[in-house]
């Protein structure tokens, strides 16, 4: 999203650039330099503005109150090294929701994460994504308490909403989710809703993508692709809406609703570039409905 789009969609937004020099005062020319003054200063469910460049967070976000995050572009980093539930992001024990959207999210720290975004627990929270990049570091990756990208709360009573973002990592162990994370004292959403996402186990022990199931009350996986690391990976989960997914080197090899089982071809995902070839059997496999 442009600084233009920024401003005509969230003309409100408090802006934010840690590398910024000069006076701050939350605006376009002189934003703050600290999150933790950004979000102070912005109303409850306001916006904050995050411009490019790399934004070095040691400690894990702590949300005051609801918020929406966007970024310039996914050249917006938002680099995070903290730990315990929601190493990145969190609003545990709170009723706060989470609004990310195109900015890049990158954690990476030697410290137990169990969920790189911890959602609210009190009924009405929300974890909402959208055109983002979601990336564990190789530090994160060796952890052993890893326990993926989300945690809920053990009363499934929040929702989750990933759509057109890229998601790399993975989790520690097999007890865990790669995507929807940890045990059942922390992990549960009763409704998951993923849509046009790219999914990518870079490593990890973990085989399911979603840990928790029995809470699931309403769920959709459409348009997504999805590449597993060690060729067993599974949802876990039956999602009430499925259809016109990419699998490939993971444990689906089976199902109806416009499937694809083969190599998405994404054109350099050494250096992160997981856009498509032209050739990719992915292309136009997709459903608007």
Known sequence: MSIASIQSKYPSAIWYDSNHLGSNSGTLDNPYTSLDTAMTNASSGGVIAILDGTHSEDAQVTLPKSLTFVGE??????????????????ARNTAYSIKLETLKVYHNSTSNVY????????????????????????????????????????????????????????????????????????DGFNTLDFQGNTIVVTGGLATKFSTYSAGITSSTFKNNIFVGNGNNEVLNFTPTSASNNCYHNNGISSGSGGLVFADPQFVDPANGDYRLRPSSPCIGAGTAS
């Open 73 to 90: 572009s996914t050249a917006a980093i938002l680099s995070t090294s903290g730990s315990s539930f929601g190493g990145a992001i969190t």
């Open 115 to 186: 969920g790189l975004i911890a959602a609210g627990n009190v009924a009405g929270a929300t974890v909402t994504v959208e055109g983002c990049i979601l990336e564990m570091g190789s530090s994160t990756l060796a952890v052993t308490n890893n326990r993926g990208f989300f945690s809920g709360h053990s009363s499934p009573i929040t929702s989750l909403t990933v759509s057109d973002s890229v998601i790399l990592g993975g989790s520690s162990s097999a007890s865990y989710g790669v995507v929807v994370g940890g045990d059942s004292f922390q």
